[in-house]
């Protein structure tokens, strides 16, 4: 069983100080005898060491842990950007403890909760309601907190996104460009800011290539799921308008779903339909159809909150206003 720094103390006779010096690779820097570093070194190395976690806390008064709520893991640009942030993390020696919200505010809340009275050091989230519950902020006011791929207008702390209507208008032009002129854009969670923005470009772009309000339809619904694209194909191969050149979905989830009604219902993927979504799955390659795609850079997203949040827990505070837009980039396969 590994040994504290006080069990190390104890069996080798050198104080806690000398110890923690040798472990930290600073013992030349106190003058540390070459003899002590060989005799602590050695009954580490058979016995192992453990940090008493409890004991650091009390004496650093942090946690050092992170919170990250995210909409969905299920979500695979969501997973990734945990992925990423839990590499950050490990690195400055914090743990990410990680749950997701199911875009529910109720279920938000309680996360949000849960993780103050843990008492993380900071938090990374993509919030799924217009502000922060009211038991959240009144609790949670001093914790660090970063917004990641939304924010609404109340929402007064640091943003880090993606340009999505930019994005949105590029795509739709590029869809456009390839020889569609009836698009149908499924939309999980439309009260979601990110996705009011990438309807915004949909439309902007749709109208400067000339396109009607009815070449461009919106259908939405509650969640952002598998089951939610099925139901939105559903409905838009239910009504009696001609059947879309192509489809755009604003997630991953969404465009599985979509394809589950086309495997289901029509026996396969219509061959000359072309489809668009958000976010890059390395599976997307295997659609025969011509597919494109809006490429969020994860990395840099996790990069830029992390960095925003580390200063904040460092007691550099960013201003409330700062809001870092990063850029995406279009992929087509097919």
Known sequence: MAKTISEIAEETGY???????VLSGRASEYRISERAQNIINAYVAEHGYTINQTARNLKTKRSHTVGFIAPDIANAFFARIMA???????AEGLVLITTSS???????????????????????????????PEPGRKRGKNTPLVLIDRAYPDDHVPVISSNHEASARRITREIIDAGARQIAFLCGHPENPSIQDRVIGFYGAGGEAGLARDQLRVLTARDDSVSAGRQMMKALFGDALEPPSAILCSSLLVLEGALQFFKSEHGGIPADLIIGTFDYDGLLDFIPNTVLVVKQDEEALADAAFRVLLRQINGRKDSEATRSILETSLVRLG
């Open 84 to 90: 990423h942030l839990e590499a950050h993390c490990r």
């Open 102 to 132: 199911l875009e529910d505010p109720e279920v938000e809340a309680r996360a949000l909760n849960s993780l103050l009275a843990r008492g993380v050091d900071g938090l990374v989230m993509a919030p799924c309601a217009p502000r922060l």
């Open 15 to 21: 104080s806690r100080t000398t110890i923690t010096m």
